[in-house]
């Protein structure tokens, strides 16, 4: 039993680090420019999608391009619509992302069809890896590895860079860093980008596991928002614990009460807010209180 | 200055009246594509409408897809008009069984629709049959395969293509017994898969077998790998599979991911080709129950030349859900021109009395419970695939005789339905 609790275990947290990919991207968008984005899991869908076009087309140096296509997208995106939602009411802009979420699903199927798209495993990638009694396969390790970096690499990037550091002076307060000098809203599409950039990431490491049809952003949306607000709300830190904690708890429900598996993640929300309600690191901001 | 040459005329700059306009035009097609009834109209007097409930998101949305063409194949072929009246097709989604719900009462008391057809998964085409009850008015489900449908949930107004749980099991379990006797019940947590695992543990049980683990997964589970390793640990002769669409194609990847494909066998009833296209070549394995495969040799004449003509619209073959949504069209289509019209009551009695004549047997809908009498195919997947649609081997075709058929669908005094009389 030891043994495949460890396995469980193994397995929920590279599910884990899935979610976190797909969350960060949700959590600096809110946190920076305070938009909920409900269209996040269609950029993820986005991401998904050009891998499989752009590996076809160009073999792998083309997958590697779709996450920087999709952050492309995103920062147009942000250009014509979202920018626009900065100084409005909240819900404007969750009914507004929720409005392009359905838009972008509709296009994907305008452009691929509903069918879903066969997208698998890269041979160099299948297969096991056996450490002790627990069992990964080489693909799980992969998508394990290259979340660590870029998670790595964007939080090296946030904290010792200049631009990071103008990011995070914008997301408290904007106007004082507009005050120096700073041209905001193109630190702000750049922000809208890299959230998208990193869900396609997850969209193009998503793809070999999940089935890829334009609804697939539903799988990947509601999690991403419970890691959110279980993590607290802009917390890059806490949306890295909280996605462990929900591929963990979901991994062991489903080994000792596979019945409650669907609702676990939402009964684990339910207690973290009860507990702490601004999420597990969340922090007072000033411009949401 | 001159207004008109800014564009300001009606106070409205041109950059306004541009983006307006690009945006009541996003809004029109996104419109078209989600929610705003789709319309496929022959001509403009006094025309019969029929409803089309067809998931246009969610898991199911893939086969819903081919259902719905298949639905437009078959009115097409009549040239869009039946009783020398033009047809109207309106196609409203079905998100959920309550969304479903509401759009069926759309289609009848807004659009005025003489006859629905929808229902894509079993929760749905429950909850449309429901409607459809209330208001008296008939409804196909091709595709939906809960027994209660034409069981325990029946009524007069409901037509029901897809042969029930209970007959796919009975056609496909004594395969899997064959294989071995300790099975796992990896089934989704709605109508659908509660009558799978229900069936096949009882077959099993009754045969000497054991389950050795049973699990109940939410629908639009993204991640498989936990059960996986629950099912590897328990060591099944088979694995029985109770989950549908685009979790089917999730499971399959992950099943062939983890290693499991070519160690336990997989089976599963009732899939649809997309599920199995969507898993890849490199993926795809099990053995299953199909109602229908463009490949097969023995499909009649007409069904070649529907599939003929739908790869030719299409550019792709004819998946099974293509011929479901098209046959259950034409038993409608062909009930309406029976009766002579679209009352109700008339149309119910031509619905159970068509008759089409099909591969040796009479395919019928049957009086005491609407289900349609068929056969079925059981397919594997080929050892290998070289045509990325041509996946299946069809191993048989079943039941075989009429007394086979009837012992498979049960008889009137076996059959759960109380049917009411209009």
């Not at chain 2, 996003?26 to 022959?42: C, D, E, S």
């Not at chain 2, 069981?151 to 107004?157: E, F, M, T």
């Not at chain 2, 062939?256 to 997989?266: A, D």
Request: aromatic fraction near 10%; include cysteine.
């Amino acid at each position: 039993m030891l043994s495949m609790i460890l396995s469980q275990a193994a397995n929920g947290l590279v599910l884990g680090f899935l979610y976190v990919l797909i969350a960060v991207g949700l959590s600096i968008i809110f946190g920076m420019l305070g938009i909920v984005n409900f269209a996040h899991g269609a950029f993820f869908a986005i991401g998904c999608y050009l891998a499989l076009t752009l590996g076809d087309m160009f073999g792998w140096w083309g997958v590697l391009l779709a996450p920087i296509a999709t952050g492309a997208i995103g920062m147009i995106v942000e250009f014509v619509l979202i920018r626009r939602l900065y100084d409005k009411d909240p819900l404007v802009s969750l009914i507004i992302t929720f409005a392009l979420a359905l838009f972008l699903e509709a296009s994907l199927r305008a452009l691929y069809g509903a069918a879903p798209q066969a997208y698998n495993v890269p041979d160099m990638l299948t297969g096991f890896v056996i450490f002790g009694p627990v069992l990964l396969t080489k693909y799980r390790l992969f998508v394990l590895a290259v979340t660590v970096l870029a998670l790595a690499a964007f939080w090296l990037f946030l904290n010792f860079t200049p631009f990071g550091r103008i990011i995070r002076a914008g997301s408290r307060d904007g106007e004082m860093v507009g005050l120096l000098g700073i041209n905001l809203p193109v630190v702000f599409s750049f922000v809208f980008g890299i959230g998208c950039l990193l869900a396609g990431l997850a969209g193009m490491l998503a793809g070999p596991l999940w089935t890829v049809n334009p609804s697939m952003a539903g799988a990947a949306i509601m999690p991403a928002f419970v890691i959110v607000v279980i993590g607290g709300l802009g917390s890059f830190a806490g949306a890295i614990l909280s996605g462990l904690l929900v591929g963990l708890t979901t991994a062991m429900t489903i080994q000792f009460a596979p019945q409650w598996s669907g609702a676990a993640m939402y009964i684990l929300m339910a207690v973290v807010l009860l507990v702490r309600p601004r999420g597990l690191l969340g922090e007072r901001w000033e411009r949401f209180e | 200055m001159d207004d008109t040459k800014t564009g300001n005329a009606r106070g409205l700059s041109r950059r306004q009246l541009l983006t307006t306009a690009a945006g009541v035009g996003a809004a029109g097609i996104g419109a078209q594509l989600l929610g705003a009834p789709f319309v496929n109209r022959a001509w403009a007097a006094d025309p019969i409408r029929i409803g089309m409930l067809w998931a246009k998101t969610g898991s199911i949305v893939d086969q819903a897809e081919y259902l719905a063409q298949g639905c437009q194949l078959a009115l097409e072929q009549r040239g869009n008009k039946i009783l020398d009246r033009p047809v109207d097709l309106v196609w409203l989604d079905e998100p959920s069984p309550q969304g479903a719900q509401q759009n069926a009462e759309r289609l009848i008391s807004e659009q005025g629709a003489v006859a629905l057809i929808g229902g894509a998964m079993s929760s749905l085409a429950l909850a449309e049959s429901a409607v459809a009850n209330k208001h008296k008015v008939p409804f196909i489900a091709p595709n939906a395969a809960a027994d209660s449908l034409t069981g325990s949930a029946c009524n007069p107004y409901t037509f029901r293509g897809q042969p029930p749980v209970s007959v796919h099991t009975k056609v496909l379990a004594p395969y899997c017994a064959g294989i071995g006797k300790k099975w796992y019940l990896l089934t989704a947590a709605y109508a659908f898969g509660q009558d799978i695992a229900d069936n096949f543990r009882h077959y099993i049980e009754a045969n000497g077998g054991e389950v050795v683990g049973a699990d109940s997964v939410p629908i639009g589970t993204p991640d498989y790998s936990s059960y996986i390793l629950k099912i590897r640990a328990a060591q099944p002769d088979v694995v029985i599979g109770g989950i549908s669409a685009s979790d089917l194609t999730t499971f399959l990847k992950q099943w062939k991911e983890l290693g499991m494909s070519s160690k336990i066998p997989f089976a599963e009833i009732a899939v649809g080709n997309t599920d199995l296209w969507g898993v890849g070549a490199q993926a795809a394995a099990g053995l299953y129950t199909l109602t229908w495969y463009y490949k097969n040799p023995d499909n009649p004449a007409d069904e070649q030349e529907m599939a003929e003509q739908y790869q030719k619209k299409y550019n792709r073959p004819a998946a099974d859900k293509t011929w479901m949504g098209w046959f259950g069209m034409r038993s409608l289509l062909s009930s309406i021109e029976a009766a002579g019209s679209t009352e109700s009551g008339k149309l119910v009695k031509a619905l159970t009395e068509w008759k089409v004549r099909r591969n040796g047997i009479d395919v019928t809908y049957r009086d005491f419970d609407h289900q349609m009498i068929n056969r079925l195919l059981v397919a594997g997947i080929k050892p290998k695939i070289t045509d990325k649609w041509d996946f299946f081997d069809v191993k048989a075709e079943l039941p075989k005789t009429p007394a086979d058929i009837e012992a498979a669908y049960g008889t009137e005094a076996q059959s759960a339905c109380k049917m009411p009389t209009i």
